[in-house]
T-cell receptor, first 116, second 113 residues
Framework: DTGVSQDPRHKITKRGQNVTFRCDPI?????LYWYRQTLGQGPEFLTY????????KSRLLSDRFSAERPKGSFSTLEIQRTEQGDSAMYLC??????????????FGSGTRLTVV | SQQGEEDPQALSIQEGENATMNCSYK?????LQWYRQNSGRGLVHLIL?????REKHSGRLRVTLDTSKKSSSLLITASRAADTASYFC?????????????FGSGTRLSIRP
C-alpha cells in the first residue's frame, strides 16, 4: 500500500459539464475526507466518511456536489454542471478513527480542476 | 470557513537560519497539527501536539502550544532549500465522532540559498 491515490491528477472541463474524481485511501483506513483548496488558501473541508457512511457535509457542498464511498473502500466526488468557481485543487485524505488524537491524516496528491 | 490564522503569510530567510511560524485559532481543541505542502502537491503531516502538551520536537521541528492564548508556533531550525513550501496548522476539536481537522490559511516559506 503506497498511500492515498487520486485520479485524475488534472482535469480541464468546459463549464456546464459533469466531472468525477476518484480517491483510493490507505486500505486499513476507515475514514476518508474530501477538501477543496483554492490558490493561496488553506484546504476547506467538504465532507467525510467513516466506512461507507457519509457523516458530515459542509455547507460548501452545494446540490451540484455528491460524494460516495460504496463498500467503504474508494470514494468518488462528482460535480454536476460545473462552474468556473469550481476551479480548485480537490484533496482526499484518509485516517483510522482509532488513531484520532495520535496521528494526522494522509493526503493524496490532489486533483486539479480547471473549468473553462 | 477556516479555524486558524497563520502569521506571517509569507516568510523568506537565508539557508541555515531558523524559521518561526505562528498559528492562532478560535475554539477549543483536542489537538493541533502542522502540515507541509510543496507547490501543487498534497499535504504531508509533520507533527501533532495534544491540548495537554506544551512543546513537542521532531528532528529539526519544534512545536509549542499555548491553549490559554489559543496559539501555536512551529520552529524549523537550520533551514534547508528543501524546506521551501507552504505550512499549515490544522485544529481538531475532537468532540465525539463528528470531528475533522480545520486548516488555517498557511505560511509560505522560501529559503534563499
Amino acid at each position: 500500500d503506497t498511500g492515498v491515490s487520486q485520479d485524475p491528477r488534472h482535469k480541464i472541463t468546459k463549464r456546464g459539464q459533469n466531472v468525477t474524481f476518484r480517491c483510493d485511501p490507505i486500505s486499513e483506513h476507515n475514514r476518508l475526507y474530501w477538501y477543496r483548496q483554492t490558490l493561496g488558501q488553506g484546504p476547506e473541508f467538504l465532507t467525510y466518511f467513516q466506512n461507507e457512511a457519509q457523516l458530515e457535509k459542509s455547507r460548501l457542498l452545494s446540490d451540484r456536489f455528491s460524494a460516495e464511498r460504496p463498500k467503504g473502500s474508494f470514494s468518488t466526488l462528482e460535480i454536476q454542471r460545473t462552474e468556473q468557481g469550481d476551479s480548485a485543487m480537490y484533496l482526499c485524505a484518509s485516517s483510522r478513527y482509532e488513531d484520532r488524537g495520535n496521528y494526522g491524516y494522509t493526503f493524496g496528491s490532489g486533483t486539479r480542476l480547471t473549468v473553462v | 470557513s477556516q479555524q486558524g490564522e497563520e502569521d506571517p503569510q509569507a516568510l523568506s530567510i537565508q539557508e541555515g537560519e531558523n524559521a518561526t511560524m505562528n498559528c492562532s485559532y478560535k475554539t477549543s481543541i483536542n489537538n493541533l497539527q502542522w502540515y507541509r505542502q510543496n507547490s501543487g502537491r498534497g499535504l504531508v503531516h509533520l507533527i501533532l501536539i495534544r491540548s495537554n502538551e506544551r512543546e513537542k520536537h521532531s528532528g529539526r521541528l519544534r512545536v509549542t502550544l499555548d491553549t490559554s492564548k489559543k496559539s501555536s508556533s512551529l520552529l524549523i531550525t537550520a533551514s534547508r532549500a528543501a524546506d521551501t513550501a507552504s505550512y499549515f496548522c490544522a485544529t481538531d476539536p475532537g468532540y465525539s465522532s463528528a470531528s475533522k481537522i480545520i486548516f488555517g490559511s498557511g505560511t509560505r516559506l522560501s529559503i534563499r540559498p
